[in-house]
Every structure is written in C-alpha cells, then in structure tokens.
C-alpha cells in the first residue's frame, strides 16, 4: 500500500539545523511531485516546498526561502527537507504529501514529524 | 502570492444538517488547482476534493465543491457525525501552493 513515513525531527536550539526524511513505498516515486507542509501547534496548514518528479523544479514561499532546502533521492525512494537556522516559530509538525498528478493537489500523507525549536 | 480567506471559521450544525464552506481567493485561481481537505485532531489531511469539483477515491458523494475565479465552496449535504473536523482549502497557481486558514466544524 501506498506509504510514507516521515523522520527526523526532534528538539533543536535556535539558529541549529537539521534534514528532515520522508520514506516511500507502494507507488513510483520517481513519477511523483512531492511537498513538504508544515502544521504549527494548533495552527492551520502552511505549505514549505515542492520538487518536481525528476528533482530539476523546486519552489518555496517568498517567507521561507533561503532557508529551507527541498530535495530528493530517486533510487532510494526518499524525500528530504534540510532546514537552516532555525528558528523558534518552525517549531511544527511537518508532513510530507505526494502531489497526485496533473492537479497539483496533495493526495497522500504521511503521519508527520514533530520540530521544537527551543533554548 | 495568492492568499485564500475561509469562512466561517467556525461552524456549528447537528448531524443531519447541510454545511456550506466558504473558500475566497486574493487573485483568480484556475477551477483546475483548487483543492479541499479534511482534517481530525491527531491526523494529517486527507484530500476531499480536487479541480474544485472531484472527490477524492473513495470520498462519500455528500462532499461536493463548486466555485470559479475568486470564490470556491464544499458543500457537505448530510453532515454525519465522522464529518466534524477542520477543513482547508488549498490552491496552486504560479509555481506556489497556499492553504486557507481552515474552517472548524463543530457538533452544535
């Protein structure tokens, strides 16, 4: 079955760094889009990054770029989201989602892993 | 970048009751990249519906949506009790995504 199984977050000081790993299994990742959305504590939904099948396309919003890097490893069917600098309103649940096809609309999620950013 | 305003952001019916949500975009957003999700505490999102109008595999036909150019809406015919949770809509247009700020359904 389709899966994805998120990795690597955890306690972080400010102004530290970490990647984030999303796993995949059940589906041809190498034909996929896929994102990173992020979710802080009882907040809505805010969208980080997306790389194209091939991982030759990226994209972030205006207020994240420079510090967040998107990429992917086709042959070890993975994703990866590495963020510099970080600061204490990343602290969030980020998801990593497959973008379904020709929509541009996020139909499989994985669980999510938890960042706290804090001294 | 396109920001997408839902409204209202609560919403209080009883099971039985229709629930009509509201999703109003900054700039027009092609009928073809909107998107609605649902989501319950603990739980990541799950696609309710795609290109304004499509259910997701395996989304009951009581979720519709329907909109165009700036103002977009899912419209929940029969609510059942499994239906209260928070709803986001989501849009892509000029290599960026957005998210709506989410519209809670609560039991009345």
């Known amino acids: 079955q389709v899966q994805l199984v998120e990795s690597g977050g955890g306690l972080v000081k400010p102004g530290g760094s970490l990647t984030l790993s999303c796993a995949t299994s059940?589906?041809?990742?190498?034909?996929?889009?896929m994102g990173w959305i992020r979710q802080a504590p009882g907040k809505g939904l805010e969208w980080v990054s997306y790389i194209s099948s091939a991982g030759s396309d990226k994209s972030y919003p205006d207020s994240l770029r420079g510090r967040f890097t998107i990429s992917r490893d086709n042959a070890k069917n993975s994703l990866y989201l590495q963020v510099d600098s970080l600061r204490v309103d990343d602290t969030a649940v980020y998801y990593c989602a497959r973008d379904g096809g020709n929509y541009w609309a996020f139909d499989i999620w994985g669980q999510g892993t938890a960042v706290t950013v804090s001294s | 970048e396109i920001v997408l305003t839902q409204s209202p952001g609560t919403l209080s019916l009883s099971p039985g009751e229709r629930a009509t949500l509201s999703c109003r975009a900054s700039?027009?957003?092609?009928?073809?990249?909107l998107a609605w999700y649902q989501q319950k505490p603990g739980q990541p999102p799950r696609l309710l519906i795609y290109?304004?109008?499509t259910r997701a595999t395996g989304i009951p036909d009581r979720f519709s949506g329907s909109g165009s150019g700036t103002d977009f809406t899912l419209t929940i015919s029969r609510l059942e009790p499994e239906d209260f949770a928070v709803y986001y809509c989501?849009?892509?247009?000029?290599?960026?995504?957005?998210f709506g700020q989410g519209t809670k359904m609560e039991i009345k």
């Open positions: 989501q849009q892509y247009g000029n290599s960026r995504h957005s």
């Open positions: 059940g589906f041809s990742f190498s034909d996929y889009y």
């Open positions: 290109s304004t109008s």
């Open positions: 700039q027009t957003v092609s009928s073809t990249y």
